[in-house]
């Protein structure tokens, strides 16, 4: 190579030679001639320098030098400005994560149905290549649903949960393809441009279809699908909430003996005269299961002489499941058969009395070993809560009889603790709670009269004939006469106030928006799953009865249709009508903080537009809606709904605007409850499309 640069050389050398004599055949004068030669040289030099450093550069440009010493290390630099992410940022990710997270598991799938080495090259890894399964996902994650979704829950959340559908799907198509090495699924999933459904066992792209994402984005607008649903509330469970129990309650005949088989005597001439005899019994606060009891009353009742030997038992009451307990040889088996109830409830229900009335006693007589009095508690009226607590029951005091005359007047507070009210055996029932018997000539017997006595004042106890449940205060009525109370009440507790209610239809009408064309997803019963309906997976409603906290009033909720998740519609009933009313609006004048329930139902009034916030079990604003309270709030005014009983004699609930009341407040825990609605099931109910017809018939 070195010998042809030689012989190149050379050939330039002499046609550079012979090009610079014959340009210089003109010149004659000797220092022009030198010059000449002087200025031909340097040129060809510096065309040849150029072409020697092109040389040099092409042949060093590719060759790396030996790495020298590390310098010291230089100063920071300024920060940069903030990046910047646009509306789309969430969506590429959320595409990104699903496609990869999807081949992923794509190659776990077909690794444990094949055995395939899971360490072979990306490229020969198996992946997903058909677009129109990419083009869903980008679908999905560019789609409004899912813009609207994330405000509940971080991108990533909801995109985890669409990758655990997407995976579940990929599972599904898996274990319905019957063919020999899955070929047809594979076949389906890593070939492009493949748009029709392969033919598969089971048809798995039917059950695929009943998933809310599915249909993100195959609509400009994000709302729930509205089919026919069935309005029968004993299947469709969403459109009647059973109401939770107020109180609870226990029945048992498991009694103490507060005066057992006593009469009063008194002197009459030169000989002695008794009452009947009579026995009082009580069942003390028992502890249930985790859960302190109450009595209403004491049980009077004609001493038989001993009781027939049954059983002794207990059970829970107002429910299905009665979880009874018998007791067999128990020492108190020589107490009355018949059971009476307890009660136990929070303050708002069940509270000791305050303050006592004494109905009658014996005033020390001599030939008496005791000194008795009887009590009936007075009813309360509570200010905080505006509601009335009523005294059901009679409540017995029985003291030695050396005991000054005066101790017969100490009433069961002052005898339990003045300042500890908590501590009395017995309670007071909400007057809500409670079903006034009034009393005739026919409903009623005596059970025993304090004749002979010898007291100024008459005592009798009377027992209601043929009472729904054997209850105290059914048993033990005392006035201060022999004669029969008629015109006076007896009261039982309302099964409702268990949870035990009959439940009612409900029709939907007064709706302008034909609701066959609200858009895409679904709606009804039974409840879905939560890989099935995203709204049971945010735990937020879509179509269900929810309950105010303070004072148990039903409105039915439903998603507005509209294209924000965060948008409802509001109705009510009217006792025991079946119909909706029209829908809850607020009034456009800012001044009046009103609610009218009777608007044309029109999702196209901002009025008519309302807004949920999660709450959780403290009343306090909540980022997630897990147990599932809610305060709900008109989108238009900012204020929340509240539901407060008619200051009239109505009756009737009246709903108003209102700001939340200061937490700061002495009364919070009071004032907040008006603002709660809370379900106790879960968010929602759908309805598969599968069984639209199914609910015709319903």
Not at 271 to 296: C, E, M
Request: aromatic share 14%; proline share 5%; net charge positive.
């Amino acid at each position: 190579m070195f010998i042809v640069y030689i012989i190149l050389f050379i050939v330039v050398l002499i046609i550079s030679i012979y090009a610079g004599i014959k340009l210089s055949e003109g010149i004659n004068h000797t220092t022009l001639l030198v010059f000449f030669w002087i200025i031909y040289i340097a040129t060809l030099l510096t065309i040849g320098n150029a072409i020697s450093t092109i040389f040099f550069y092409n042949v060093l440009r590719t060759k790396r030098g030996i790495p020298g010493e590390q310098g010291r290390v230089g100063d920071k630099g300024e920060s940069g400005l903030p990046g910047v992410c646009d509306m789309t940022c969430d969506s590429k990710v959320c595409t990104l994560n699903i496609i990869n997270g999807l081949n992923k598991y794509y190659g776990e799938l077909t690794s444990s149905y094949f055995k395939r080495d899971s360490d072979l090259d990306i490229d020969k890894k198996p992946t997903i290549k058909n677009s129109e399964i990419l083009d869903n996902i980008k679908i999905i994650c560019g789609s409004n649903a899912y813009k609207e979704v994330i405000k509940y829950k971080t991108p990533q959340m909801i995109n985890n949960y669409i990758l655990n559908i997407y995976s579940k799907w990929l599972k599904l198509l898996f274990d319905s393809d019957k063919s020999s090495d899955k070929q047809v699924i594979i076949d389906y999933l890593e070939t492009d441009g493949l748009q029709e459904y392969p033919t598969l066992e089971g048809d798995p792209f039917k059950e695929i279809e009943k998933y809310d994402i599915y249909y993100w984005g195959r609509d400009r607008v994000f709302h729930p699908r509205v089919i026919e649903y069935c309005n029968n509330p004993y299947i469709n469970k969403k459109m009647y909430q059973v109401s939770p129990p107020m109180i609870k309650g226990i029945r048992t005949n498991l009694y103490n003996p507060v005066v057992s088989s006593y009469r009063f005597s008194r002197k009459k001439g030169a000989g002695t005269v008794h009452t009947k005899y009579f026995s009082a019994y009580r069942v003390n606060p028992y502890n249930y299961q985790g859960t302190i009891y109450y009595s209403l009353g004491d049980y009077i009742t004609r001493t038989p002489g001993s009781f027939p030997n049954k059983n002794k038992f207990i059970e829970l009451y107002g429910v299905k499941n009665k979880n009874r307990i018998e007791y067999k040889n128990n020492a108190l088996f020589d107490s009355p058969n018949e059971p009476t109830i307890l009660v136990s409830g929070i303050d708002k229900y069940v509270k000791p009395p305050q303050d006592w009335d004494l109905i009658w006693t014996n005033k020390n007589r001599a030939h008496n070993k005791f000194n008795i009095s009887f009590w009936k508690p007075k009813d309360y009226f509570d200010k905080s809560q505006n509601k009335l607590f009523k005294g059901c029951g009679i409540f017995v005091l029985q003291f030695p009889g050396e005991w000054k005359q005066s101790n017969l007047f100490i009433n069961p507070r002052q005898y339990y603790g003045y300042n500890t009210p908590e501590k009395q055996p017995i309670r007071l029932l909400a007057e809500e709670l409670l079903e006034e018997i009034k009393i005739d000539n026919n409903n009623v017997s005596q059970i025993w009269n304090d004749k002979n006595s010898g007291t100024p004042e008459s005592l009798s106890f009377w027992k209601l004939i043929n009472s729904k449940y054997n209850l105290t205060n059914n048993r033990a009525f005392g006035i201060r006469s022999y004669k029969k109370p008629v015109g006076q009440s007896f009261y039982n507790i309302k099964d409702e106030a268990f949870g035990d209610v009959p439940v009612k239809s409900v029709n939907f009408k007064h709706e302008l928006t034909d609701e066959s064309n609200l858009g895409t997803g679904y709606l009804g019963t039974p409840e879905r799953e939560e890989k099935y309906s995203i709204f049971s997976f945010l735990n937020i409603p879509l179509d269900i009865q929810l309950t105010n906290v303070g004072n148990s009033n039903k409105i039915y909720i439903k998603h507005s249709g509209l294209n924000n998740i965060n948008s409802y519609m509001i109705r009510n009933q009217d006792g025991n009508d079946p119909d909706l009313l029209g829908a809850f609006g607020v009034s456009k004048n800012i001044n009046n903080n009103s609610v009218e329930t009777k608007n044309k139902y029109n999702n196209a009034d901002p009025n008519q537009i309302w807004q949920v916030e999660c709450v959780d079990l403290k009343n306090q604003k909540s980022s997630n809606c897990n147990d599932k309270r809610y305060f709900i709030s008109s989108k238009d005014r900012k204020l929340y709904l509240t539901s407060e009983l008619d200051k009239s004699t109505t009756g009737r609930f009246q709903y108003f605007v209102r700001s939340l009341p200061n937490t700061n407040d002495k009364n919070y825990d009071t004032l907040i409850t008006k603002y709660v609605w809370y379900n106790p099931l879960s968010a929602t109910g759908n309805q598969l499309n599968a069984n639209k017809k199914e609910e015709k018939g319903k």
